[in-house]
């Protein structure tokens, strides 16, 4: 009788096993992003103003190697931040063009696309690319703004997480609308 247990017992656990298994999809944390809202960012003293989120907590940034008045960190939600970088353009815009092209294609090791976009906005002489860098990245979108003659804004979008662009998608897609939005409500104050 214990003999033709366990050949039944084996004749069990060999019938279960089967090549039929299907893996089950990797699974990340479910994020809520806040609802869309927005509001004025007009500093006294910042050569320039727009509409950030109003879920972004603005902060000057003091900590950057060559820290420069009028540069901003915006935090958002998710571990994410828009870094802000403005400069005078004073004969010196071939120069702050190429150093964005560097910056932005440092990342081309680690990207599966880079998505250049232009934008104009001709009555306010916004004038720009904004980059949509697909892949594993460390950052996602950067862009830069300027009226050709006296303003220029860098942006870069990056997440305090080890970059995984399936995990970061909806968060990625989520602000690079608020990016589009900052941009085209963008407005140079006269210095």
């Known amino acids: 009788m214990k003999a033709y247990s366990i050949y039944i017992l084996f004749f069990v656990l060999l019938s279960a096993c089967n090549n039929s298994s299907t893996p089950r999809p990797n699974g990340y944390m479910r994020i809520d992003l806040p609802e869309k809202a927005y509001r004025l960012f007009d500093s006294t003293g910042y050569p320039y103003r727009f509409e950030c989120p109003a879920y972004a907590q603005i902060i000057p940034d003091t900590e950057s190697y060559n820290y420069e008045p009028f540069w901003i960190n915006m935090k958002l939600p998710a571990k994410a931040t828009l870094h802000l970088s403005y400069k005078k353009v004073n004969n010196n815009l071939t120069a702050m063009l190429d150093d964005t092209d560097n910056f932005v294609y440092r990342?081309?090791?680690?990207a599966d696309a880079i998505i250049e976009s232009t934008f104009q906005i001709k009555d306010r002489k916004v004038f720009g690319i904004i980059y949509e860098i697909g892949g594993n990245a460390a950052s996602s979108v950067q862009f830069y703004?300027?009226?050709?003659?006296r303003h220029f804004l860098r942006g870069a979008l990056y997440f305090n997480e080890t970059p995984n662009h399936e995990f970061l998608a909806p968060m990625i897609k989520y602000y690079t609308a608020d990016i589009f939005h900052l941009l085209e409500t963008l407005v140079w104050k006269q210095k």
Do not use: E
Not at 107 to 110: I, L, N, Q, S
Not at 145 to 149: G, H, L, P, W
């Open 107 to 110: 990342h081309v090791v680690k």
């Open 145 to 149: 703004a300027t009226d050709s003659s």
